[in-house]
């Protein structure tokens, strides 16, 4: 039983492009999170959802938006995609401020 | 603000040998803080956490870590290194949300 699943692992797109990343924990928990992990293995939090509502937005460029169509579901749509995106995105769930529990991460490269 | 320093980037460790991480923080109140490990393109997996309490924790996979508030610390330890140890280790500091130090890459050596 997979809690935090995040797809597609891998990406691999065109500057410019659009995508999305999915993400879904079967935690119950009511917040999820998107991380973004550089090449120096840096993490810093990007958004915040809980119960669908957003809590954190960092200073993130406006072409990465979040959506939570329910608390079990928290996807992330990037536009125009730029070579510095090139990043593993993690997404993540708690309850409260519990610990947090991590996806497997998903590998976008920028070509 | 509140903030985590892991200050070594690299620890190499013989096989058998003890492990020990340093973590400092810097926070206005009781932190909660977490240690997390992450194999080679692999998530993260929790180790251990530190509420309120007991100022050492046991985690999983034999480590543990010892709370300091007079030191602003939170260190990681095992006292036995196996293998499998060779992973990426980030201390943790969550209020509304969690900050992560830079993490320290821990080789095992034969």
């Known amino acids: 039983d997979t809690a935090v699943s995040q797809t597609p692992k891998y990406l691999v797109t065109q500057m410019g492009n659009d995508k999305s990343i999915k993400c879904e924990q079967n935690l119950g928990h009511d917040t999820m999170y998107w991380y973004k992990q550089d090449s120096k293995k840096f993490l810093k939090i990007m958004f915040s959802?809980?119960?669908?509502?957003?809590?954190i937005n960092e200073t993130v460029p406006n072409r990465f938006s979040p959506k939570s169509p329910d608390k079990a579901h928290l996807n992330l749509h990037i536009n125009s995609l730029e070579l510095g995106d090139s990043a593993v995105y993690f997404c993540?769930?708690?309850?409260?401020?519990?610990?947090?529990?991590f996806g497997p991460g998903t590998r976008l490269t920028v070509l | 603000a509140q903030s985590v320093t892991q200050p070594d980037i690299h620890i190499t460790v013989s096989e058998g040998a003890s492990l020990e991480l340093r973590c400092n923080y810097s926070?206005?109140?009781?932190?909660?803080l977490f240690w997390y490990v992450q194999s080679p393109g692999q998530g993260l997996q929790l180790l251990l956490k530190?509420?309120?309490?007991?100022?050492l924790v046991q985690g999983i996979k034999g480590f543990e870590a010892e709370f300091k508030r007079s030191q602003s610390s939170f260190n990681l330890r095992k006292p036995s290194v196996h293998w499998s140890d060779a992973a990426e280790y980030f201390c943790?500091?969550?209020?509304?949300?969690?900050?992560f130090g830079a993490g320290t890459t821990v080789t095992v050596r034969a």
């Open positions: 530190y509420f309120s309490g007991d100022t």
């Open positions: 943790a500091l969550s209020d509304y949300k969690l900050s």
């Open positions: 993540a769930s708690s309850q409260l401020s519990n610990e947090q529990f």
């Open positions: 959802y809980n119960n669908k509502e957003l809590i």
């Open positions: 926070y206005g109140a009781t932190p909660y």
